[in-house]
């Protein structure tokens, strides 16, 4: 899946880890403000793809299509090599869930910028209270 390794486009990073390196490292986080064309061509970005490397496994975890758990190495300019150890569930899965605040910031993502953040702010409490709700028209993100 992860096939672009020298991503020109928003489309292109969606699927590459060289992309998911590089943004981490210069925005410190990968989100949808990141995937967009102008933010995968910025010089920054462009220069890490090339120094960026992975490999896959085929071993799977019982039961399941996925590897039993990923690591990612770093080497430092200086040399050092920073290892993660296994991480055998990705954040934000069921077993890793975000926190609250990592939720609404995930939420505010996605919304974009178009969104006053007062109206995000509600859309979101009322997202977390969606089983107390009166109907779907209780989610709207116009000022009320």
Known sequence: MLRNSRPQTGLEAKFSMQFAMAA???AR????SELTDEF????EV????PRVSF????????????APADSV???TKAGETLKSGPVA????SHQRPLSRSELFEKFADCLGAQFQNSNKSRAFENLMMFDRLNGAGDL???SQ
Request: no cysteine; net charge positive; hydrophobic share 45%.
């Open 24 to 26: 981490a490292l210069v």
């Open 89 to 92: 569930f990705a954040k934000g």
């Open 40 to 43: 995968v061509r910025r010089p």
């Open 140 to 142: 709207s993100l116009q």
């Open 73 to 75: 190495e770093i080497t």
């Open 29 to 32: 986080k990968v989100g949808l």
């Open 55 to 66: 490999t896959s496994t085929d071993a799977t975890a019982e039961g399941s299509a996925f």
């Open 46 to 49: 462009q220069a890490i793809f």
